[in-house]
């Protein structure tokens, strides 16, 4: 009987998706016949650049069971309760994607709902002034869950991460190399198929070493080295709902204390980002070529930087979209070469997260089964596409027409998807999560309503709340909201106390 058992595992790549990807397996497969290499080149640089992420690495995090103090101490990290968003409905304007709720449900509907019943009436205050995320990286405050709370906005505090890229890398080959994982110096030549399946059998270092595989995991970055170049895939382009194309990246030093929260201020033709770690900023600015050259980016980039710059800026060329099937025979991409969508919201290692549990979910054997391979690319595509529509939002919902860019997005054709999605808030406030997607009503009414979005109406059945009673609710939790406020510890001060970086 023909052995069927994947043996040998080859991830083509290193940086962050290879490495992550490493750890995963390592700690998941308990299997000892099981051999995991990885195969990189210290010559071939990585981009480095997705420094932010959101609430669900926690869960990657207790995967490998990590220490969380160890891991922001080792990855310079900081916390992070959301995303500000500056100049994106209009200049001057600004507003918070919390990771966190607003208020609380009232009576079966979303806060949301009851709010702008509220807000009718002539008595709310800023929606922002029930949110304490919102708050608290405001005044720059932070602190973990205090489960001693029942009902209490501190118990249900939402945090993700701000951290150095490379030392994340380096963080993840650390706990893979620990458990087994075999690292390959050198850099991928060629790649030889079987010439009836074509699959891929083996990959040949510069060196003349060959390394066989029966599944290849490409992390290989924009270039696709067996997805694209060996294969042949294809690629799903995306750049005319999101037509930035460029970055330029650069660090500089750190001007106060860190602040809990990422910035994506909109700029003539795109955005910069700040990211603030414990001993420096990330800095970044990502640009549609079509209306700003290289120089002027740059030129952009310097001038609102915040600190001195102490890197030297890297460019970055890519297409917003994926590829036609992330996974093809015995090749599955991850990261970079599995399809790139801007870093806007943070999502570029939560996609290597959930593509590391839908591999594991699909295991392979020699076989290869096809249902299992379609399945997989299906719920990668709904992924994608969920996403995808999520940060068209960003640059749709604009009333800027104050650059040829900006008049750009705001009248370009849209996806039909994202098009239901508005109308239904536009209409009355409605909002929905499907397939148990990455952004929730929460996160698609920050953007919404912070881009001045305005809904005709509200559930009707918000009206059913006794109005009395919506007063007294509606205080008291603005009243609670501000009590937890006053108890939180500075972010400065939780890291200092914590978990201060070993620099």
């Not at 080792?74 to 959301?82: H, S």
């Not at 399946?197 to 995991?217: A, N, P, Q, R, W």
């Not at 590829?323 to 399809?339: I, M, Y």
Request: glycine letters at 6%; aromatic letters at 12%.
């Amino acid at each position: 009987m023909q052995d069927s058992k994947i043996r040998n595992i080859v991830i083509v790549g290193g940086g962050t998706a290879g490495w992550m990807v490493a750890a995963a397996l390592s700690k998941l497969i308990k299997d000892k016949d099981i051999t995991i290499r990885l195969v990189e080149s210290e010559a071939i640089g990585t981009v480095g650049v997705g420094e932010a992420t959101i609430p669900h690495i926690q869960y990657f995090n207790q995967l490998l069971g990590l220490n969380e103090d160890e891991f922001v101490r080792k990855t310079n990290a900081t916390f992070k309760l959301g995303i500000e968003f500056v100049n994106w409905g209009n200049l001057g304007e600004s507003y918070i994607h919390p990771f966190g709720d607003y208020g609380i449900p009232m009576d079966g509907l979303r806060f949301h709902q009851m709010w702008h019943r509220y807000n009718r009436m002539g008595k709310a205050k800023a929606v922002d002034d029930y949110c304490l995320p919102i708050l608290a990286a405001r005044e720059g405050k932070f602190q973990r869950p205090d489960m001693r709370y029942k009902n209490s906005p501190l118990k249900s505090i939402t945090y993700a991460f701000q951290f150095d890229a490379s030392l994340y890398a380096q963080f993840m080959r650390e706990f893979a190399q620990a458990r087994g994982v075999k690292r390959i110096e050198g850099r991928i030549t060629h790649a030889d198929q079987n010439a009836q399946t074509g699959h891929i059998e083996s990959v040949t270092l510069e060196s003349g070493d060959l390394y066989k595989g029966d599944l290849f995991i490409d992390c290989s970055g924009f270039r696709g080295l067996l997805i694209e170049q060996t294969l042949k895939t294809g690629y799903l382009d995306w750049s005319a709902y999101l037509p930035c194309d460029r970055a330029v990246a650069r660090a500089s030093t750190s001007e106060g204390p860190p602040p809990p929260y990422t910035r994506a201020t909109a700029k003539d033709a795109g955005w910069q980002w700040r990211i603030p770690l414990q001993s420096r900023n990330g800095n970044g600015h990502v640009y549609c070529s079509n209306y700003m050259s290289d120089a002027q980016a740059l030129d952009s980039l310097n001038k609102d930087i915040e600190g001195e710059p102490i890197s030297e800026p890297n460019f970055l060329r890519f297409k917003t979209g994926m590829r036609k099937k992330p996974w093809n025979k015995n090749v599955v991409s991850l990261g970079l070469s599995a399809g790139f969508l801007e870093p806007l919201e943070s999502t570029s290692i939560h996609l290597i997260q959930t593509a590391v549990a839908r591999l594991m979910a699909n295991f392979p054997d020699k076989n290869f089964a096809q249902t299992n391979i379609d399945y997989y690319n299906e719920r990668t595509l709904a992924e994608y596409q969920q996403v995808r529509d999520f940060l068209i939002l960003h640059y749709c919902a604009t009333e800027r027409e104050d650059t040829p860019f900006w008049k750009y997005c705001k009248y370009m054709e849209i996806p039909q998807t994202l098009k239901k999605r508005i109308a239904l808030y536009k209409d009355n406030a409605r909002l929905y999560r499907h397939d148990n997607e990455i952004f929730g009503e929460t996160s698609w009414f920050a953007v919404m309503h912070g881009q001045g979005l305005s809904p005709k109406s509200y559930h009707p059945l918000a009206d059913s709340t006794n109005e009395e009673d919506l007063i007294t609710r509606m205080t008291e939790l603005e009243t609670v909201t501000q009590a937890c406020l006053s108890q939180m510890p500075t972010h400065q001060d939780f890291i200092a106390h914590f978990c201060k970086a070993d620099l």
